[in-house]
């Protein structure tokens, strides 16, 4: 307009300004809606970076085994491979051949397990691949909300003693095993089967999630393809443990593979309102072992096969099954392993603290699979609270190991009431197709 001041349009908010100013205005639906758990998870887990640096610096290191362990490897470094001779502080070498070449490496690296603190630096690395890891497994099956990865990570005490505060080799074990999940997620069955066999040498009890894999390759593949599989796992112990195999055979495999290795009563973490004769009795184990066999049994035939085909339809070759073969959704395939695994937990002989990080990170994971659709976020949360409650007691008491029991049974009535693998909606599978990479 002439002789006036020509006034500026102003310009169209963009879209990134846009998107946020909804996030603001609708807060609370970013912690309840699976599309934004990337989000939630990239802001935790950089916050992790920060908490792990507090832990290291401001929290005091707790000496337990890692003396025992640079120990352990040192002695395999100055020629020793007779299992029976090494030992620690703590007492023999009970672990794989794989545990000691991932601790030689880190004698090595922390000048002879001096450096414990650049040793802490590495587990706060670890801890973090974990999650990671852990939070890829979460966000291929969005079924989990976004607040609860809170809990997941930032809230546990515990977890990050065990990671940075106590070096334990259970992280390590845990960190690997979590890599062969998202191998199996993505159809690399070969390769997992690889990386799930490392984490196997590092710790044994990574075989609480045997069954549910042996499971999973048989529903894939069937026996005679499944076999190759199973052979690449103990070929790869064999490989690993060869030179203390050629030393002294039987020593290495009643050491590192001590099925019946006797545990002391005064650090079990869920059988403290027992007898202390009664938690040593051999009749027992055998008892807890027989109800862990059986209850694996049953979720094997009653809520992991589908109830239209037979057991022994899983031995044939996918298309040599009379039924055709509904490919298994990246959700039933964690669902499966993560079960097998709290079922070895719910009937051990014996938890022990730093035994925590074998299923901190699919609790959740078990909870929001539960077939009790109306139990509320709450309920659940309260769930989580006391399992982490019960595992900060220390030392435990009646209470406390009770709680983790009601707890533990609890989860496992919710999974057994949960739908079977048969009547799984099929748009909760992959959208995209399955890719079958079966090297």
């Known amino acids: 307009m002439a002789g006036g001041v020509r006034k500026k349009s102003s310009a169209p908010p963009s879209p990134v300004w846009g998107k946020l100013q909804a996030l603001w205005q609708d807060k609370h639906v970013v912690l309840f809606r699976t599309d934004y758990m990337l989000l939630v998870v990239s802001v935790l887990w950089f916050l992790e970076i920060g908490i792990n640096v507090w832990v290291i610096q401001k929290v005091a290191y707790t000496e337990i085994d890692w003396k025992a362990y640079m120990d352990e490897v040192e002695g395999v470094i100055n020629g020793t491979y007779d299992y029976t001779q090494l030992r620690g502080d703590t007492g023999p070498l009970v672990y794989p051949a794989g545990f000691v070449y991932v601790f030689t490496a880190l004698y090595y690296i922390t000048s002879h397990g001096v450096n414990i603190r650049l040793g802490q630096y590495i587990f706060a690395i670890f801890y973090l691949v974990t999650l990671l890891l852990v939070f890829r497994i979460y966000y291929r099956t969005k079924k989990v909300p976004p607040y609860v990865f809170f809990f997941v990570c930032c809230a546990s005490y515990r977890i990050h ?165 509904q490919k298994l959704s990246v959700d039933q395939m964690v669902l499966i392993l993560f079960t097998s695994n709290f079922i070895g937990m719910c009937f051990s002989r014996s938890l022990h603290y730093q035994f925590y990080v074998w299923y901190f990170h699919t609790l959740p994971y078990l909870l929001w699979s539960g077939g009790v659709k109306k139990m509320a976020h709450l309920l659940r949360v309260l769930i989580l609270g006391l399992i982490e409650l019960s595992w900060n007691t220390y030392p435990s008491t009646n209470g406390s190991s009770a709680a983790l029991h009601v707890c533990h049974l609890i989860i496992l009535l919710c999974l057994w009431l949960a739908s079977p693998l048969s009547s799984a909606p099929l748009e909760k599978q992959e959208q995209k197709p399955h890719k079958d990479k079966r090297q």
């Open 161 to 325: 003693s065990i990671f940075v505060l106590r070096l334990f080799n259970d992280p390590v074990a845990m960190m690997l095993l979590f890599a062969a999940v998202n191998l199996f997620m993505d159809g690399h069955w070969t390769l997992g089967c690889s990386v799930y066999s490392l984490a196997v040498s590092v710790k044994m009890n990574v075989l609480l999630f045997a069954p549910g894999l042996l499971f999973l390759l048989l529903s894939e593949f069937g026996l005679v393809k499944t076999i190759p599989k199973l052979s690449l796992c103990a070929a790869i112990q064999l490989i690993l443990g060869l030179p203390f195999l050629l030393e002294n055979p039987v020593g290495y495999m009643s050491r590192a593979f001590d099925l019946g290795r006797q545990f002391i009563f005064k650090w079990t973490v869920n059988w403290r309102f027992l007898p202390e004769w009664l938690f040593l009795n051999r009749h027992f184990h055998i008892l807890l072992l027989a109800a862990h066999l059986l209850t694996l049994l049953l979720f094997a035939l009653r809520r992991w096969k589908r109830h239209d085909e037979s057991i022994f339809d899983l031995l044939k070759e996918p298309g040599k099954r009379k039924i055709p073969v």
